[in-house]
């Protein structure tokens, strides 16, 4: 028997038709409850210890604020724990007072306490509480202001002690705990998950933050952060706030640099770190192709310190840092804390983009110290196309600039091409598409080189320090 040939195929789709429409919905996964923080509180809470500091009132004035770290700029949206919980008061003759009230955790039996640098800055007496409400006098064997973390030691054995964990790995969304005294309420506990990792602030060039929206307060900076296996990832150190409260934005110190940093301490009573000589800042798209990259990555070399590493190796300003001892750099700011970590004395492989093209500089790594800040007529000439007026610069400006550079002075700005790369008055222009700049006249000829539509580097200087821009010019005129 023989069918016709559109039946027969109408025919056999319809079991496979049938059998798809009778495969029963895959059921939805079932919500996975919360975690329960009671048993690692019970763990942990002895280990965290409530820190109180006096120090001795200043005689130069009849008032006192604490010593407490400041951020760059009034208006910075960081703001450290304790800017709001200690008030100003009349100093009393003769008057102690306590200045600081904050967190830290023992870290070993024998009676080692981490916490803050800012928490033990400048304290004359520093007491220890434990859970159990006995109080010890603690010393002070380290403080790194780089990193915030200080090292305590108080008298004792047996004592109850952290679980160190491994800050490396915690992802993002993780369950994470606090506890601290907030506002001197001891052993509170608060919950949230890990926001961010590898954040960086403008206060912690050394520093991969860990961000969570764990509710933290004054009170609580240098308290422990717990993952849900109880071992302590972090030391909670800063929030984002503009009230000096809470705010949803919590930042703490990743448990393994505090860990190299106590290391140190212990081993020297110092901390060293490695330093490269160089100014960096960030490659933006603009940057990225004026610097011929095939996207925004690594630390643009702004400026280069005399008598440095980075002087002697041969880096020139310009240079785009892109490995660093086989380690991709992708942003400007892991690169502080790489040639931080690194030995001193140890030499490194650096793979760095200059003029377009890939280049290997080796450099020996040289121990981070105290750097010192590197420090005619005035004939003046428009650019229209740019928007500005640039006028050579002053024999003082030239005595200042140093004898290997040359540059020009932004009087003016008008709305254009200038302005939309970030240029600023008084700034002062070393370099255009990577050619010096030797006089108002010079940098007007080289302004009309300029291609449209092309992004081409600036070399600046601004308030002692250099920095790359882009400006481009448009299409149209």
Request: proline residues 9%; aromatic residues 6%.
């Amino acid at each position: 028997m023989s069918f016709p040939r559109r039946f027969l195929r109408q025919w056999c789709a319809l079991p496979l038709l049938c059998w798809v429409i009778a495969v029963p919905a895959r059921p939805a996964d079932p919500p996975q409850p919360l975690p329960d923080f009671r048993k690692l509180v019970k763990q942990n809470e002895p280990t965290v210890v409530n820190i109180s500091t006096t120090q001795t009132p200043s005689r130069k004035s009849a008032t006192r604020t604490p010593a407490l770290p400041e951020l760059p700029g009034a208006d910075n949206p960081y703001l450290e724990f304790f800017k709001r919980f200690f008030q100003e008061r009349p100093e009393l003759p003769g008057e102690r007072q306590a200045n600081s009230l904050g967190s830290g955790f023992i870290l070993s039996p024998d009676g080692y306490i981490l916490t803050n640098a800012h928490v033990a800055r400048d304290a004359d007496k520093i007491i220890v509480r434990l859970s159990d409400q006995r109080e010890r006098p603690a010393k002070v064997i380290g403080v790194d202001e780089l990193t915030d973390v200080a090292l305590l030691k108080i008298e004792g054995e047996n004592l109850p002690a952290v679980k160190v964990g491994d800050s490396d790995a915690l992802e993002v969304g993780e369950w994470v705990l606090a506890i601290g005294s907030p506002f001197g309420l001891e052993h509170t506990a608060t919950q949230g998950i890990v926001s961010a990792v590898g954040r960086n602030l403008p206060t912690g060039a050394y520093v991969p933050f860990i961000q969570s929206d764990v509710a933290v307060n004054p009170g609580s900076s240098g308290g422990p952060l717990f993952n849900l296996r109880g071992e302590v990832v972090g030391i909670n150190s800063q929030i984002y706030s503009s009230t000096g409260g809470y705010m949803g934005l919590s930042f703490a110190i990743p448990i393994k640099l505090a860990m190299q940093i106590t290391e140190q301490i212990k081993a020297t009573g110092e901390v060293t770190r490695g330093w490269l000589g160089v100014l960096l800042q960030a490659v933006n798209n603009d940057l990225a192709e004026a610097f011929k990259l095939d996207r925004p990555r690594g630390a643009l070399v702004a400026q280069i310190l005399p008598d440095s590493p980075a002087a002697s190796a041969g880096f020139k300003q310009g240079d785009v840092i892109l490995r660093y001892g086989g380690e991709p750099v992708e942003d400007s700011s892991q690169l502080p804390r790489m040639i931080g970590v690194t030995p001193v004395g140890k030499t490194v492989a650096m793979s760095i983009l200059r003029n377009g093209e890939p280049l290997e500089i080796k450099a020996t790594i040289a121990r981070l110290e105290t750097v010192a800040e590197p420090v005619a007529t005035m004939d003046e000439h428009s650019d229209p196309r740019l928007g500005l007026t640039v006028a050579d610069l002053s024999n003082e400006q030239r005595r200042n600039l140093g004898p290997e550079e040359q540059g020009v002075l932004v009087t003016t700005l008008d709305e254009g091409p200038a302005a939309n790369a970030g240029l600023y008055p008084d700034d002062i222009i070393l370099q255009v598409n990577h050619l010096p700049v030797k006089s108002a006249s010079q940098f007007v000829e080289l302004a009309r080189e300029l291609p449209k539509g092309k992004a081409i580097p600036l070399l600046v200087r601004r308030e002692n320090e250099a920095l790359y821009l882009a400006v481009r010019l448009p299409d149209k005129e």
